[in-house]
């Protein structure tokens, strides 16, 4: 008996320690899994040899125009009406032979353009001035061609110098703007306004004329009459082409005496 009492508490004391054993291992964590630690191997980039395909500079080279010469003495458009009633006396293409105009550095024939270049100083206009004798009424017929887009010009009319300086003027603008004025002591703007009439634009060319006839002034551009202006004077004076903004190249120039 006390032999088998014996077993029984071995068995016991097995059976104890096998459930502790399992109920351990059952909730003991589990390990970490392992980790590969491996070292990258670099990545080679190509780097583009420097050609003509692939560099982008921030600076592109600036373009330079050639200034294209005009077709002077073909006198593109017939003059307004009043001009067969009168005496022509001037007509010159503005080019080479300017001797019948004023000549500086403002006022100039100008080889590149094959024109007479009027070009603006500072914010005073130019004048430049035909040699012809004084006066009054005429018709004035010009081509000129706006060199940028900020250009105007035109023609004056009756310039008095003795005592009080004094003109009345027609331009237009590469904006499609017109003005005539006239000058006495200050400077009025008789009429101003815009026409489709008008080209336009740096490089574009026009045809502007002026019937000056006693106190009235007929305006044309590209052979449309576009306004009629009363002025205040009709006294006799020089006459020429003008850059009232910016600068400004001119042909083929005819005045008619009337």
């Keep these: 008996m006390k032999s ?11 059976t104890v320690v096998t459930i502790s054993v399992v109920i351990f291992v059952r909730f003991l964590p589990p390990s970490p899994p392992s980790i590969l630690h491996t070292t990258p191997s670099p990545i080679s980039t190509p780097i583009p040899s420097p050609t003509a395909s692939n560099i982008i500079c921030c ?15 073909t006198h593109q458009l017939p003059p307004p009406l009043d001009a067969h009633s009168g005496t022509i006396i001037l007509d010159h293409a503005l080019t080479k032979d300017a001797h019948k105009w004023d000549t500086s550095d403002d006022c100039a024939w100008e080889t590149s353009l094959n024109a007479y270049h009027v070009k603006m100083q500072a914010d005073n206009r ?9 006066i009054a009424s005429l018709v004035f017929q010009v081509h000129l061609v706006f060199l940028t887009d900020q250009s105007c010009g035109g023609i004056f009319v009756r310039q008095v110098t003795s005592l009080l300086f004094s003109y009345q003027d027609f331009y237009i603008c590469a904006s499609g703007t017109f003005v005539v004025g006239s000058l006495d002591v200050l400077y009025n703007s008789l009429r101003n306004g815009s026409d489709q009439v008008i080209k336009r634009g740096a490089g574009q060319q ?3 004329a002026i019937v000056a006839k006693d106190d009235t002034f007929i305006l044309f551009v590209n052979g449309t009459q576009i306004d009629t202006v009363k002025t205040t004077d009709a006294r006799s004076g020089a006459v020429g082409v003008e850059a009232v903004s910016s600068e400004v190249a001119f042909y083929d120039a005819q005045i008619w005496q009337i």
């Excluded at 088998?4 to 097995?14: D, E, S, Y």
């Excluded at 130019?126 to 004084?134: F, G, L, Y």
Aim: aromatic share 6%; net charge positive.
């Design 4 to 14: 088998q009492r014996i077993l029984w508490i071995v068995a016991g004391i097995t």
């Design 59 to 73: 600076v592109q080279p600036t373009t330079t125009l050639t200034p294209t010469p005009f077709p002077t003495g």
């Design 126 to 134: 130019v004048q430049c001035t035909a040699r012809i004798d004084p």
């Design 206 to 208: 026009n045809t502007i």
